[in-house]
């Protein structure tokens, strides 16, 4: 699986919308992007994936460059109860079954 | 909504002792998966489980752990002989099949004095 690059931390104020990036220039074809977050030692919490195609659910949106090499999660109106670290992770189809984790962004929502 | 849980979700033990953790995945997911957090590292995974044996198991996974699908619904992890180093979070996932998206529980605290 190709390998991520993710800001050790990012802040944002409550209501605004919060995009946390990531970085994954050797992603391949057929690589999935996947979020999770990790609300203070929780069991990581599934967000959104997407292939090429910006996606969007009731909980984020995903926004994949068109070269794919890096992506954009949005938040788009933060709550305190989404500080939390989010981990960024590319996963092929047909890859190893664990997901790898690294160290995500702390994003911490103020007040 | 369904979810994963997991029981206990703390656990002290005596090194040397062995722990089950045990772990209801969400009920038509046929993929399971055990995870550890050593206090302030990376999520690590541990092992995948399918079919009633294991898929894919990672270095950490020695002969000290064991999974198991003893019933239909419960799905544990088994550490023989504790060591200090076995203290972390231990997470269960399951997903509804191989590649899908991965769904977690809450985890177990494991506390090995």
């Known amino acids: 699986d190709a390998k991520t690059t993710q800001p050790p931390s990012m802040d944002c104020a409550e209501g605004r919308a919060a995009n946390l990036p990531c970085n994954h220039s050797?992603?391949?074809?057929?690589?999935?992007v996947y979020w999770y977050r990790q609300i203070h030692s929780q069991g990581p919490q599934y967000i959104i994936h997407?292939?090429?195609n910006n996606e969007t659910n009731e909980m984020a949106s995903l926004i994949i460059t068109e070269d794919r090499k890096s992506s954009t999660l949005i938040l788009p109106h933060a709550t305190l109860r989404d500080t939390a670290v989010y981990y960024c992770?590319?996963?092929?189809?047909?890859?190893?079954?664990?997901?790898?984790f690294g160290k995500g962004t702390h994003l911490i929502i103020q007040p | 909504e369904p979810e994963v849980t997991q029981t206990p979700s703390h656990q002290v033990t005596q090194m040397g002792q062995e722990v089950i953790l045990r772990c209801v995945p969400i009920?038509?997911?046929?993929?399971f998966y055990w995870y550890r957090q050593i206090l302030g590292q990376k999520v690590e995974f541990l092992v995948s489980?399918?079919?009633?044996?294991?898929?894919?198991k990672s270095e950490i996974f020695d002969d000290q752990f064991s999974v198991e699908r003893p019933d239909g619904s419960n799905f544990t992890l088994k550490i023989r002989s504790t060591k200090l180093e076995d203290s972390a979070m231990y997470f269960c996932?399951?997903?509804?099949?191989?590649?899908?998206?991965?769904?977690f529980g809450p985890g177990t605290r494991l506390l090995v004095l």
């Open positions: 996932a399951s997903s509804r099949i191989r590649q899908e998206t991965q769904y």
């Open positions: 050797t992603i391949s074809g057929n690589e999935y």
């Open positions: 997407g292939l090429k």
């Open positions: 992770i590319v996963r092929a189809r047909g890859g190893a079954d664990g997901l790898t």
């Open positions: 009920s038509n997911h046929l993929y």
């Open positions: 489980f399918y079919n009633n044996e294991i898929s894919e």
